[in-house]
Nanobody, 120 residues
Framework: QVQLVESGGGLVQAGGSLRLSCAAS????????MGWYRQAPGKQRELVAH???????KYADSVKGRFTISRDNAKNMGYLQMNSLKPEDTAVYYC??????????????WGQGTQVTVSS
């Protein structure tokens, strides 16, 4: 069984920084794309950033230049460094990964989410 667990969320003032982590565990053979999504109250879930296994990155326009996605393939970890945070970044942040498990086909997995609140 594969599990994703996010950590690192919290309350921060505008202009501050947070670093989110995503730990993948279980019977993992390989992890393809890893991504971070967010969902604010009353809004749809949106892609924040994603990174391929080889390191190609894509960002939402709203976070370009402020957020950096990274990963450690050896540790099955993903990260989202968030700088210059704005109140509009307030949301629940979810980690997602496309994972090939040892005894299952490749599938998309999601974490439980971590709350990020940016005060003005």
């Amino acid at each position: 069984q594969v599990q994703l667990v996010e950590s690192g969320g919290g309350l921060v003032q505008a202009g501050g920084s947070l670093r989110l982590s995503c730990a993948a565990s279980g019977s993992i053979f390989s992890i393809n794309t890893m991504g971070w999504y967010r969902q604010a109250p009353g809004k749809q879930r949106e892609l924040v950033a994603h990174i391929t296994r080889s390191g190609d990155r894509k960002y939402a326009d709203s976070v370009k230049g402020r957020f950096t996605i990274s990963r450690d393939n050896a540790k099955n970890m993903g990260y989202l460094q968030m700088n210059s945070l704005k109140p509009e970044d307030t949301a629940v942040y979810y980690c997602s990964a496309s994972i090939l498990a040892i005894i299952a086909d490749e599938a998309d997995y999601w974490g439980q989410g971590t709350q990020v609140t940016v005060s003005s």
